[in-house]
């Protein structure tokens, strides 16, 4: 009898184990950035939350420094549901809904508040739609939430106090037709070379000058051969959390909304983590020589506004693009 027992009491506890083991689901999240780099602990943290939140019933296991492969490996992954989540910036999400580019419009948005009620606008939530629709990749939440940079800066080995000081300028550019077009209405000679050719560039003067997030100007060394900074606020960025749209879907109620906790909380620690990171970060520069100033920007917004408006009319933006920038200045939150 008491064998009977016992063997009962080990198959009901067997049963319990398997069927927690059954529901309980581990996603991949592929990211380009180090462990120990100030993002690469935001995931970290973000991964220890889901795990809390859900009661272990959903695990985050994170594979930075491009572990997981480049690009467009990763997004091949992340559509197949091999990967669940890539933290990097949207602007990958161009090839499925190219309006998408103007999220990251230069001069444009007054702070990061009037961009990320943009960023949750109808207008943008229709690019990210088309974009899912096609590609079965969603954000995960609210796109502006995990913050990246957290301003720009640019970065030249000559001083750059004004509008004035860019006619001319030999500027790095990505290949980025938007960016391009806006830096040569301001005046700058642009130049599209790779991010890890830049050092060598400037110091070999090839180019003079390179737009950044303030966050990896020291970590790339660019302070060491353009020792002028300068704020432009050019754009604001965020990391996009580009979620599998089905794996999101098949989550139950509770675990959902243990992951979306744990989104919204990495979010707001994100602006703290980075605004103690660039303070550091700057006082060290310019320890070292950095010469850091706040641009007067308004000479920049007024003479791209004028190119927005060109291209407007001759039908070169996205539709609804001006007056959804005009509707989300200074709307209530």
Avoid: C
Avoid at 255 to 268: I, V
């Amino acid at each position: 009898m008491r064998r009977s027992m016992l063997a009962a009491t080990l198959a009901a506890l067997s049963a319990v184990a398997l069927t927690t083991a059954a529901h309980a689901e581990t996603w991949r999240m592929a990211t380009k950035m180090p462990v120990d780099s100030p993002e690469g602990e935001l995931f970290q943290a973000f991964a220890d939350k889901v795990e809390q939140y859900t009661d272990g019933e959903l695990t985050i296991q994170v594979f930075p420094n491009e572990q997981l492969g480049k690009e467009d490996a990763i997004l091949e992954q992340l559509q197949s549901g091999v990967v669940t989540i890539y933290a990097e910036g949207f602007n990958f999400l161009k090839r499925w809904e190219p309006d998408l580019a103007w999220v990251v419009a230069p001069f444009a948005f007054d702070d990061y508040d009037h961009w990320s009620r943009f960023m949750n606008s109808e207008l943008v939530d229709g690019w990210f739609e088309h974009a899912a629709e096609k590609s079965g990749i969603v954000p995960l939440g609210d796109p502006s939430a995990i913050v990246r940079g957290p301003y720009r800066v640019l970065v030249s080995n000559k001083p750059v106090a004004g509008l004035q000081d860019v006619d001319g300028l030999k500027m790095r550019m990505p290949a980025n037709q938007l960016l391009m077009k806006v830096w040569d209405n301001l005046g700058a000679q642009v130049m599209t070379l790779p991010w890890t050719e830049v050092y060598q560039s400037i110091s070999k003067d090839i180019v003079q000058a390179v737009t950044s997030p303030v966050a990896m100007v020291e970590s790339m060394r660019f302070n060491e051969v353009a020792p002028y900074m300068a704020r432009t606020n050019e754009y604001y960025q965020s990391i996009g959390f580009m979620t599998n749209r089905a794996a999101l879907d098949a989550l139950d109620d509770d675990t959902r909304a243990g992951l979306m906790r744990a989104y919204r909380e990495t979010g707001k620690e994100s602006h703290d983590a980075l605004a103690k990171v660039t303070r550091a970060s700057l006082e060290r520069m310019q320890q070292h020589g950095l010469s850091y100033t706040e641009l007067d920007t308004q000479p920049f917004i007024e003479r791209t506004q004028q190119l927005y408006r060109q291209m407007d009319t001759a039908g070169d933006l996205p539709e609804g693009f001006l007056q959804t920038v005009k509707d989300t200045r200074g709307a209530a939150e």
